[in-house]
């Protein structure tokens, strides 16, 4: 990925390739942040997430929970990471690629998160599969739509693990579609002061990321056994005392590690979100010669320092 059309890319290799000086630096500034997601975000989570997702028996709820979140965000910073690589490399000989990536977990829903998560090959079995069935039959659009979702994840490999990855955000997407508007209206009209619960981001994100993280527990578990292990962990009730208990028994190298992860992600979040309304390259390259230098070497330190270079992880999607 990204996953280009034909149409697209091919009458790119017809045209000459012109040095810019700019679309250079971008494509080498893009793959630098590349590296930083994964290098240093994504192969340090993977440390904590094969510990949970390896040894599922050894497992409480409040590693499960730790171990899917950062999962989710092990997978987000190793694929889109790879894509900016991907992205970057391509525009620095000429090429112009799609994003596969727009901050999914900033939306509010699980169709919003699917417009920007893996956008080429989401929107290749949209266009491909989807759209030319429910066109034929509208009756059947849902169907089709769960359809799809459990064909993506079969496409990742012939493992129950994937296709039940598939099916819950079919589920999910059709219950999004079909069913949210009509049951928010029935419980507004009971309790009108829902409305300001369904209405408010923060909470619509953070239920939306709680609804990916299940399904991203089949994608990592080793089988379907494991899955359904984790899953009923994942959804296990603990007292205030237990989970209390679960973290005094974390070792300091444990506690380290959980302490780095949560730093990196909201470091990510932060970032990302400051992107939304803020040209990092556009505004770096307003301030003088020096400093602007002296932030890309501080970029390249970080990853060389921070990067968990030693873990040899290779890219997840390499796989598929």
Request: proline share 2%.
């Given at each position: 990925g990204?996953?280009?059309?034909?149409?697209?890319l091919?009458p790119?290799?017809k045209?000459k390739?012109?040095?810019?000086?700019?679309?250079?630096?971008s494509g080498?500034?893009?793959m630098?942040?590349g590296?930083?997601?994964?290098?240093?975000?994504?192969?340090r989570?993977?440390?904590?997430?094969?510990?949970?997702f390896?040894n599922?028996?050894?497992?409480n709820a409040?590693?499960?929970v730790l171990?899917?979140?950062?999962?989710?965000?092990?997978?987000?910073?190793?694929?889109?990471g790879?894509?900016?690589?991907?992205?970057?490399?391509?525009r620095?000989m000429?090429?112009?690629?799609?994003?596969?990536f727009?901050l999914p977990?900033?939306?509010?829903?699980?169709s919003?998160?699917w417009?920007?998560?893996h956008?080429?090959?989401s929107?290749?079995?949209r266009?491909?599969?989807y759209?030319?069935?429910a066109?034929?039959?509208?009756?059947l659009?849902?169907?089709?739509?769960?359809?799809?979702?459990?064909?993506i994840g079969f496409?990742h490999g012939a493992n129950?693990t994937f296709i039940?990855?598939g099916?819950?955000?079919?589920?999910?997407?059709v219950f999004?579609?079909?069913y949210?508007a009509t049951i928010?209206?029935r419980?507004i009209?009971v309790?009108p002061f829902a409305?300001k619960?369904f209405?408010?981001?923060?909470?619509?994100?953070s239920?939306?990321?709680?609804?990916?993280?299940?399904?991203?527990?089949?994608?990592?578990?080793r089988n379907i056994?494991?899955s359904f292990?984790?899953?009923?962990?994942f959804f296990?009730?603990?007292?205030?005392?237990?989970?209390?208990?679960?973290?005094f028994?974390f070792?300091?190298?444990?506690?380290?590690?959980i302490f780095f992860?949560?730093?990196a992600?909201v470091?990510?979040?932060?970032?990302?979100?400051?992107s939304m309304?803020?040209?990092?390259q556009k505004?770096i390259?307003?301030?003088?010669f020096?400093?602007?230098n002296?932030?890309?070497?501080?970029?390249?330190?970080?990853?060389?320092?921070?990067?968990?270079s030693?873990i040899?992880?290779?890219?997840?999607?390499?796989?598929?």
């Open positions: 990204p996953i280009e059309r034909a149409g697209r091919l790119q290799f045209k390739f012109i040095f810019i000086h700019d679309q250079v630096a080498i500034k893009l630098t942040w590296f930083f997601k994964k290098l240093v975000i994504a192969d989570l993977a440390i904590f997430v094969g510990q949970v390896n599922p028996q050894d497992q409040v590693t499960v171990g899917s979140i950062f999962f989710y965000f092990q997978i987000y910073c190793d694929f889109s790879y894509s900016d690589i991907a992205v970057g490399s391509a620095t000429g090429f112009k690629l799609m994003d596969n727009k977990h900033f939306e509010p829903n699980i919003k998160f417009r920007g998560w956008i080429s090959l929107n290749w079995f266009d491909y599969y759209i030319p069935r066109l034929k039959r509208k009756n659009k849902y169907f089709y739509l769960l359809m799809t979702m459990v064909l496409w129950w039940m990855f099916l819950f955000h079919g589920l999910f997407l999004d579609q079909k949210k928010q209206s419980i009209s309790a409305k619960i209405k408010n981001r923060v909470l619509s994100i239920f939306n990321m709680f609804l990916v993280c299940i399904p991203m527990v089949f994608f990592r578990a056994s494991d292990t984790l899953i009923e962990m296990s009730t603990l007292s205030f005392n237990e989970i209390k208990m679960a973290v028994a070792d300091i190298v444990k506690l380290k590690l992860s949560i730093v992600i470091v990510l979040l932060v970032l990302e979100k400051i309304t803020f040209n990092f505004e390259k307003k301030l003088p020096i400093v602007k002296l932030i890309y070497v501080a970029s390249v330190m970080v990853i060389i320092v921070f990067g968990a030693r040899n992880n290779e890219f997840i999607y390499f796989q598929f």
